[in-house]
């Protein structure tokens, strides 16, 4: 019986692992998506208002865009190790082309101020 106990634990402690490991994905997207949102607004406002300060700080931004995309691939592949469900399956694909998508914005964010 207790077999069967430290397997039903170690099954929960795994899920739970997971789990959180999901959530930060989802986290990582989220601050991606408001990062790239930022910036593009802020490359319209430079383009507007020909702010080539606006407009570094913009290229700055892209830089940290491009990282979060780098740390939810990274993500997603440890992710993806550990075999998950068809539902998390997903999500976790889902995140890689949202996370693309999101920095190929965020490159044209950088072209839209520097015009």
């Known amino acids: ?30 601050k991606m998506a408001s990062h790239t949102e930022a910036a593009l607004h802020q490359a319209m406002q430079a383009l507007i208002q020909r702010d ?36 998390d399956l997903r999500l976790v694909t889902a995140a890689i082309k949202i996370s693309h998508n999101l920095e190929r914005i965020g490159d044209e964010a950088t072209q839209i101020a520097a015009a």
Do not use: G, N
Request: glycine share 0%; net charge negative; no cysteine.
């Open 52 to 87: 080539s300060d606006l407009a570094s700080h913009v290229k700055q931004s892209d830089e940290i865009i491009d990282q979060f995309e780098v740390k939810i691939d990274d993500l997603v592949v440890q992710q993806l190790t550990k075999a998950p469900l068809a539902t």
């Open 1 to 30: 019986m207790a077999i069967t106990d430290d397997s039903a634990i170690l099954a929960f402690v795994m899920d739970s692992h997971f789990e959180k490991q999901l959530d930060t994905i989802r986290e990582h997207v989220l």
